[in-house]
């Protein structure tokens, strides 16, 4: 046995006592060992590989892995995959240590990516969105705009980047790979906003710092626009939603326009912000060489990945759950749940917590427009670490103070919220409370645990 060998079977025998003890860190605990042990061991475990497909994105990569993995499934390819949403570097080793292929597709953390692709030298780089997201983590979007160029022209005539068009500060990094870019986007004016949000990051030019003009915007500050100083303008998509149909929480009807023609999808998955994911998901899979008629059925059947919409019935009641972070994305969510209001309002569990990986600043509750849901609520647990302060915006929201409770704790919050019965009640926890949401329903017997 090799001395690399061997530290490759040190770290699988600690993840695998560490998913046998209950205690988490599965997913991560290997590949932080391996990595201390080896440096080089992204790159050694990398080299087995054919292709690399990576997708990162403030909002969003999760699904966007999952929809290109389930794609891949669809033709009977099973790519080494993240699937967990670990998505630094131990992460992606814990993935490569502990899966068997010849294929990856891994999530990359924003502030990763350079260091991932430098070390994979991936086929395929898929760039959704930057949103303002954990300013504490990350500094402005400036900061990962200019690491991403750094990527882009790294990869310039090795790799193939798909690129979302009506995001300016991504569409930019285009201009600098001259060749190999795939741009995907929105087309359906009528899903535009009737304003834009307080949640619009992407003001300036990155070119000459003049402010973008907005024909149109869809979510947050993707959408149409064009710089008057310089001339600069959306590209033209390659592959584009040219009708949409929103249907809440069932999902949604989506018509493409691709360079291999004309697609029909049906989402189960809801929200505008599902059909941004579907529409780099496929323009991936196409570089990736799936047949665009094999698509569709792969996307029909996509379950709901980790915390993204999923719904777990316990007794009479079915808790769908639906992360938030940034305000670009819990503005979405909020629209969607819009949908679903009736006369008597809608139940809600929101837990905010201020962790690491959360993002110690919470400032961003008051960004995202909660006001959307005003009417519409008929009652609200707080919960959290920050729980105090998030039932101060929904009073700020206009939500009514009488149908808003606060109960820090995640479990005592959620046997609160349940405890009238209601036939569903909607989850909207931050990361690290997601984390903690899952595991409880994990040990009650309700959901399986997603790591193992």
């Not at 110690?360 to 729980?387: I, K, N, P, Q, Y």
């Amino acid at each position: 046995m090799t001395a690399f060998a061997a530290k490759r079977a040190a770290a699988r025998a600690v993840g695998a006592a560490s998913r046998i003890s209950g205690r988490g860190g599965g997913t991560t605990l290997p590949g932080r060992l391996l990595l201390r042990m080896e440096p080089e061991a992204l790159r050694r475990l990398g080299a087995r590989l054919g292709a690399t497909t990576i997708v990162s994105a403030t909002n969003g990569k999760t699904t966007t892995a999952g929809m290109i993995a389930a794609i891949l499934a669809g033709v009977g390819r099973e790519p080494v995959h993240n699937r967990a949403g670990s998505n630094m570097t131990w992460g992606v080793a814990t993935a490569l240590l502990e899966q068997d292929g010849d294929e990856g597709l891994f999530e990359v953390d924003e502030g990763w990516l350079a260091r991932v692709a430098g070390e994979l030298d991936p086929s395929v780089i898929v760039l959704g969105n930057l949103f303002r997201d954990q300013l504490d983590r990350y500094g402005e979007l400036e900061t990962l705009a200019e690491a991403w160029a750094g990527v882009v022209k790294q990869g310039a005539g090795s790799t193939r980047f798909v690129l979302n068009a009506d995001d300016p500060t991504i569409a930019d990094l285009g201009r600098d790979a001259d060749a190999g870019v795939v741009y995907f986007g929105i087309d359906d004016a009528s899903q535009a906003l009737p304003e834009l949000q307080h949640a619009f990051d992407a003001k300036h030019c990155r070119r000459c710092g003049h402010p973008y003009a907005y024909a149109r915007a869809f979510v947050g500050h993707l959408g149409h626009y064009s710089c008057p100083g310089c001339g600069a303008t959306r590209p033209q998509p390659d592959v584009a939603a040219t009708e949409i149909e929103l249907r809440g929480m069932d999902g949604s009807r989506v018509e493409l326009r691709t360079p291999a023609g004309r697609l029909s999808l049906e989402l189960p998955l809801p929200g505008l912000y599902n059909v941004y994911n579907a529409l780099a998901a496929v323009a991936a899979a196409i570089e990736l060489g799936v047949p665009p008629e094999r698509i569709p059925a792969s996307l029909s059947e996509m379950r709901a990945v980790f915390g993204r919409v999923e719904t777990i019935a316990i007794g009479d009641t079915d808790l769908s759950i639906l992360l938030i972070k940034n305000p670009a994305g819990a503005n979405e969510v909020l629209r969607t749940l819009r949908l679903e209001a009736g006369e008597e309002g809608i139940d809600l569990w929101i837990a905010l917590n201020d962790r690491i990986a959360d993002g110690r600043d919470v400032s961003w509750v008051w960004d995202a427009d909660f006001e959307l849901l005003e009417g519409a609520v008929g009652r609200v647990v707080c919960a959290g670490t920050r729980a105090p302060e998030m039932a101060l915006r929904l009073k700020y929201a206009g939500w009514p103070p009488e149908a808003i409770e606060v109960e820090p704790g995640i479990e005592a919050s959620l046997d609160r919220a349940l405890a009238p019965g209601p036939d569903r009640l909607f989850a909207l926890p931050t990361y690290t409370a997601l984390l903690e949401l899952r595991k409880l329903l994990a040990s009650r017997g309700h959901a399986k645990e997603f790591w193992r």
